[in-house]
Each structure stands twice: as C-alpha cells, then as structure tokens.
C-alpha cells in the first residue's frame, strides 16, 4: 500500500519561502506522477504543481514563477519550494501520487496534508 507523508509547512511571512517534503513508499515511485495540491477553506481542492515520471512539470498559473516541484528518485521523495509566498497561498498542501495503467486502471493517493499559513 503507497503511503504519502508530507512535511515542511509552517507559519512564514509575506514574501518569505517554504519547501514542502513528501515521503512516498509502498511502491515504484519512479513509475508515478506525483502532484502538490492545496485547499483553502471554504475552497475546493486545487491542483499546484504536477511532475511526470519522466520529470515534465506543469503549475497552475498562480503559482508559476514561484514554485518549483521536483523529484528524488533515490529517495523516493517530490519537493515543492515556495518562493515569494502571499497570504492567498494559505492552505492545507496534499501530496498526490498517480498512476495510470496501459489498461486504464489507475491508482490515485493522498497524503495527510500540511498546513502553509502566510501571515505577517
């Protein structure tokens, strides 16, 4: 069973950065998409970041420029580093791991989320 294990966030200040961690066991992580998704309250969850298994990387347009995500395959590990934060950047941040099959079948899991709060 893959199991997702954040880490990283935090109280910083306006301008200031972050980097999110996710630790990925239980299965091949290089066969995996991985993804940075966050949710604000009251909102839906949004998607942030994307890196393929062969290390393509997509952002939502509020973020690009800011964030970089990228990947360890020796360790198993996706990163989000967060430069430049806003108070709109205030969420829980979940780490997303997705894999899709030749035959469609596709596994999807989730992290337990982190909490980013950009405050001054």
């Known amino acids: 069973q893959v199991q997702l294990v954040e880490s990283g966030g935090g109280l910083v200040q306006p301008g200031g950065s972050l980097r999110l961690s996710c630790a990925f066991s239980?299965?091949?992580?290089?066969?995996?998409?991985m993804g940075w998704y966050r949710q604000a309250p009251g909102k839906q969850r949004d998607v942030v970041a994307v890196i393929t298994s062969g290390g393509n990387t997509n952002y939502a347009d509020s973020v690009k420029g800011r964030f970089t995500i990228s990947r360890d395959n020796a360790k198993n590990t996706v990163y989000l580093q967060m430069n430049s934060l806003k108070p709109e950047d205030t969420a829980v941040y979940y780490c997303?791991?997705?894999?899709?099959?030749?035959?469609?079948?596709?596994?999807?899991?989730w992290g337990q989320g982190t909490q980013v709060t950009v405050s001054s």
């Open positions: 997303n791991a997705d894999l899709k099959l030749r035959d469609a079948t596709q596994y999807v899991y």
């Open positions: 239980g299965s091949i992580f290089s066969s995996y998409a």
